[in-house]
Nanobody, 123 residues
Framework: QLKLMESGGGSVQAGGSMKLSCAAS????????MAWFRQAPGKEREGIAT???????KYADSLMGRVTISKDNAKNTLYLQLNSLKPEDTAIYYC?????????????????WGQGTQVTVSS
């Protein structure tokens, strides 16, 4: 059974950094696209970044330059480094996985989801 579990969320002041982790079980992360999404209160879920391998990844334009996605296939774990955080980055951050999304950041194309981890940025 495929499971995704996010961790690393919490509270941080504006300008700070945070690193999120997503541990996958029941799959080999090396053969899946794994992605990060976020959803703020009252807003739609939006894609942040997705990765298959170091040479096959995609970032959302809105966050490019402030986030870095990485994957450790030996640990079956996906990471998201968030820098220069702003209050508007406050959201629940989700990890997702799917086989054949080819760099898509559309939530509807991902079948497997974690429960999410809350990130709160204070001004």
């Amino acid at each position: 059974q495929l499971k995704l579990m996010e961790s690393g969320g919490g509270s941080v002041q504006a300008g700070g950094s945070m690193k999120l982790s997503c541990a996958a079980s029941g799959i080999r992360s090396s053969v899946y696209w794994m992605a990060w999404f976020r959803q703020a209160p009252g807003k739609e879920r939006e894609g942040i970044a997705t990765m298959y391998s170091p040479g096959r990844l995609k970032y959302a334009d809105s966050l490019m330059g402030r986030v870095t996605i990485s994957k450790d296939n030996a640990k079956n774990t996906l990471y998201l480094q968030l820098n220069s955080l702003k209050p508007e980055d406050t959201a629940i951050y989700y990890c997702a996985a799917e086989s054949y999304v080819w760099g898509s950041l559309l939530p509807g194309e991902y079948k497997y989801w974690g429960q999410g981890t809350q990130v709160t940025v204070s001004s």
